[in-house]
C-alpha cells in the first residue's frame, strides 16, 4: 500500500533535504577565500540563558545561501518544551512580500556542557547540523549565530528594522571572530528595503 504525504509534508522534507545538503556542502569547504586574517581563529560560543532567549527573533541579515534565499520578512521562533529540547520554527515570504507565508518546523537539542550557546539541530532523523550562538547582547535584543568554518553566519533582532549602527557593530563583531563580513546581505523585512545598497533582492 502507497502513502500519499501531504503536500505541506512534502514541502517541509524537501526543503530539510535541501538545508541538509547545502550545510553539509557548506561544512567541506568554500571556493570563495575568506581574506578576514582572524579566519583560522575557532569561533567560541557564548552561554544563553535558554527561557530568556525563546521567543521570536527576526533574520536582519545572513550569508545568503540556497535553502534562505529570495525569502523576506523572515523570522525564527523558538520554543522550550518541557523535555528541555527546542521546537524551531523558520517563517517567511520566498519571492516578495505579496506572497503567503511560509513556515518550516526543526527540533532542537542543547549541547551538554556548552551553556546553552551550542545546538544540534534536527533537519529530519537521522540529520543534525550544528548552530552556534556566538554573541547574545545583555537585553537580548540582539544575537549573532554562527557554523563551524565561517561558511554560514546571521544576525538576529527582536525587531524586524534595526538601525546602521547597530548593525555596523555587530558586524565588527562578526569580523573581530573571522568572518568574512563582506558576504553579508540584509533580509528585507519591510517593502521598502528591497533593492537598498546591502539588502538582498529577491529572484535576483
Wanted: proline share 8%; charged share 25%.
Amino acid at each position: 500500500m502507497r502513502t500519499t504525504l501531504p503536500a505541506r509534508a512534502v514541502t517541509r522534507v524537501a526543503l530539510s533535504l535541501t538545508l541538509a545538503g547545502t550545510l553539509l556542502v557548506a561544512g567541506c569547504g568554500n571556493d570563495v577565500p575568506n581574506p578576514n586574517p582572524r579566519a583560522a581563529a575557532p569561533l567560541v560560543t557564548v552561554p544563553v540563558d535558554l527561557p530568556r532567549y525563546m521567543g521570536r527573533w527576526y533574520v536582519i541579515a545572513n550569508i545568503p545561501y540556497f535553502a534562505e534565499r529570495d525569502f523576506v520578512g523572515s523570522r525564527a521562533e523558538w520554543s522550550l518544551r518541557a523535555d528541555g529540547r527546542i521546537d524551531d520554527a523558520f517563517v517567511g515570504r520566498k519571492g516578495g512580500f505579496d506572497q503567503p507565508e511560509r513556515r518550516y518546523g526543526f527540533v532542537d537539542t542543547v549541547v551538554s556542557g556548552s551553556g546553552g550557546g551550542t545546538w544540534r539541530v534536527r533537519l529530519f532523523w537521522p540529520v543534525y547540523v550544528t548552530q552556534l550562538t556566538l554573541y547574545v547582547d545583555p537585553d537580548y535584543r540582539y544575537t549573532l549565530l554562527g557554523y563551524p568554518g565561517k561558511t554560514l553566519g546571521w544576525v538576529f533582532s527582536r525587531e524586524p528594522v534595526m538601525d546602521d549602527a547597530t548593525y555596523r557593530s555587530l558586524l565588527a563583531r562578526l569580523d573581530e571572530m573571522g568572518y568574512d563580513t563582506s558576504r553579508f546581505r540584509r533580509v528585507p523585512q519591510r517593502p521598502d528595503e528591497i533593492g537598498l545598497p546591502g539588502f538582498a533582492s529577491p529572484g535576483r
